[in-house]
């Protein structure tokens, strides 16, 4: 029972586009998502978190979006940069405290 | 060293051979975590200490994983017999309060390969 998916293994993305990876989860109970960035033999590096009493958090180039009533959150990279090639994980939490449930990640790769 | 430390980086057991993942995590940080990321997946939940205490092992897949932090500071995973299903990366993973989302830092792994 994956509760957390990411349905695209994998986008390309030309350099100075927007990069779109999207989330959906099934546990009404999460309440807090992350997005976490990783790079080939290294551990996930957090990115940025969103609580399920917003819609949006930006922070620079990185916004993520909440859509509560579809159950569906994105991460927004503009503009995309080579150095953003890595895959990316959606994550949530039932509180901020508790356990993360990670989505099986997409893998981005930004073409110069 | 600043980050989540964990050894070793690379581990080749055989089959039936019992295995012991180490954790350091960052000076300080009361929470630790333990996830298993097959390849191709993301990382699953293992176990959760607070300090020394384990308060969450729902994750553990079988009575041959254990994981113990006897003084609140370094950890060990630790799985018995291994079995080819058990190859992985174990990310480890602390943070300083109880597992604030924003400051979850996780080491590079221990990759397993049973063969």
């Known amino acids: 029972d994956q509760q957390v998916k990411q349905n695209s293994p994998s986008l390309s993305v030309q350099e100075g586009r927007i990069s779109i990876l999207n989330c959906d989860y099934t546990?009404?109970?999460?309440?807090?998502f992350l997005w976490y960035k990783k790079y080939p033999a290294e551990g996930p590096t957090f990115l940025i978190s969103?609580?399920?009493?917003?819609d949006k958090n930006e922070d620079g180039r990185f916004t993520v979006f909440l859509n509560k009533s579809a159950k569906h959150l994105s991460l927004h990279i503009v503009p995309s940069q080579p150095g953003d090639s890595a895959v990316y994980f959606c994550?949530?939490?039932?509180?901020?405290?508790?356990?993360?449930?990670f989505g099986q990640g997409t893998e981005l790769s930004v073409k110069p | 060293g600043a980050g989540v430390s964990q050894s070793p980086r690379y581990k080749v057991a055989k089959r039936g051979q019992d295995v012991a993942l180490r954790c350091d995590p960052i000076?300080?940080?009361?929470?630790l975590f333990w996830y298993q990321q097959a390849l191709g997946q993301g990382p699953e939940f293992l176990t959760y200490?607070?300090?020394?205490?384990?308060?969450?092992k729902s994750g553990l897949p079988s009575d041959r994983f254990f994981a113990e932090r006897p003084e609140g500071s370094v950890s060990t995973l630790k799985i018995q017999r291994t079995q080819q299903e058990d190859s992985a990366v174990y990310l480890c993973?602390?943070?300083?309060?109880?597992?604030?989302?924003?400051?979850?830092?996780f080491g590079e792994g221990s990759w397993l390969t049973v063969v």
């Open positions: 993973a602390s943070s300083l309060v109880s597992g604030d989302g924003n400051t979850i830092y």
């Open positions: 546990n009404s109970m999460f309440d807090y």
């Open positions: 969103i609580s399920s009493i917003k």
């Open positions: 994550a949530a939490s039932v509180s901020q405290g508790g356990k993360l449930i």
């Open positions: 000076s300080g940080h009361v929470s």
């Open positions: 200490f607070q300090n020394e205490a384990q308060l969450d």
